[in-house]
């Protein structure tokens, strides 16, 4: 793919980027399978909350509280000049963090901005423009001096794209930008919508947005990388959406085309959003096999309509997904008996079918309540962001623990939604969005306790 300037740093090997890859993000994992979660398979319904790193401490500012020991600045607020002569638009959702040369670090940062949003300045570059320019949606990416968190140089890296909404970081250095809207020319756009767009780290500029059609045309959120295949896991945020993988013809070269499919539970039920009763039970584990979906960028949004079809289990709004060491988890934003959330696990296998497990389910608001955004800690623990509008004001950053437990990690004290959590390569900051006025926050604190 083009970009504004160079591509150095997706120069390496797919081999060689997948033992970076597992360095960055394997560690946690292979904490939470110390720790004895892969054994125990602890997903609960209920029980006392978890006392995590332990209550949270009234913010002065009142924006963002935190345990005791933890702190947070922000390095990145709506409004701000960029050094490309636009300021930082608004929506701030997903986020990846990547090592740069010479002790640097980005990051790429979604905006789920639609047509009738304001861009904020100029974009120089982008995939389609409507009455002369280019649509709003896109990423912007934030380079910082990774000792002092200094921000160094902001720009917008994609535009002219649509409810750009989560995605997910790539071994080979890159991030995965995913649409959130189907429209096309029938909506008076110039091109079709709901595609991946790929948006290397070491852009220095716009890049060529090239969409990746044979990854699907659908109502996408996140993605991950299984570094050890190359396969991509994609979440749908519909309420009844799939989870889908993508093998790519060539692992690390996602333009080149592939083929897309669907999970089906083998013998088991189509629908986990366990609405109608206990389908999917917490801790167990299902096999899985994966069905061929023909036609993934088809002119009609429904995908995920003849997936069902075909067996394709159906998820309650699949968002946040996270890869780590031999296994992924992934969001249902509102999934469960009690319609609060889930959290499931996907062990792929190479020398027998795939495994899937429900690994938590929320019974209650306070205890978990329209999870979106994760990722894992340092600890081991999942780290989730919630995505709720509602009465109960505060959106959490929630901790769940390789037992299955939820506690309150963070709490934002304003009514927009937390996204894009990510850890830096060290695993020493925790970056995050709040969503609306953008803001992105570095959170500082013994992560590893």
Known sequence: MATGTGTAVIAKTFAADRRAFLRATGSAFAALAASGCMARGAAQYGGALATGYGALSPDPEGLLDLPEGFSYRVVSR????????????????????????????????????QPQHEANGPIALGYDSKDGSYLPGGTTTIVLDAATLAVEKQFRSLGGTIRNCAGGITPWGSWIS?????????????????????????????????????????????????????????????????????????????????KLQA?????????????????????????????????????????????????AA?????????????????????????????VFRLKPQSGGPDMLQLFFESSSPSQFNYGDNLTVAPNGHLVVCEDQYTDIVDNYLRGITPEGQAYPLARLR???????????????????????PTMTLAITGPWTA
Request: aromatic share 8%.
């Open 78 to 113: 709506m409004g701000d000049a960029m050094d490309d002569g636009g300021f930082v638009p608004d929506r701030g959702d997903g986020m990846g963090c990547f090592a740069l040369p010479d002790g640097k670090l980005a990051l790429v940062r979604n905006h789920e901005l």
């Open 178 to 258: 995913c649409e959130e809207d189907v429209s096309d020319q029938r909506g008076g756009f110039g091109q079709r919508h709901g595609y991946c767009f790929e948006v290397p780290a070491a852009a220095t500029g716009p890049v060529d947005p090239v969409p990746l059609k044979a990854m699907g045309r659908f109502n996408h959120e996140a993605a991950c990388v299984d570094p050890a295949s190359g396969i991509v896991y994609l979440t749908e945020d519909r309420d009844d959406g799939l989870l889908y993988r993508f093998i790519p013809a060539v692992p690390g070269k996602l333009a080149e085309g592939g």
């Open 263 to 311: 999970l089906a539970i083998a013998g088991g039920s189509a629908d986990t959003r366990n609405w109608g009763g206990i389908a999917i039970g917490p801790g167990d584990w299902h096999a899985v096999r994966w069905i061929d979906l023909d036609q993934p960028d088809g002119e009609d949004d429904d995908l995920r309509l003849r997936g069902a079809g075909d067996g």
């Open 314 to 342: 159906l998820f309650a709004r699949g968002e946040g997904i996270h890869m780590g060491e031999g296994e992924l988890y992934f969001c249902c934003t509102s999934g469960g008996a009690a319609g609060f959330g889930q």
């Open 414 to 436: 304003t009514q927009t939604e937390l996204a894009g959590a990510c850890f830096s390569p060290d695993g020493k900051t925790l970056f995050v969005n709040a969503y609306s």
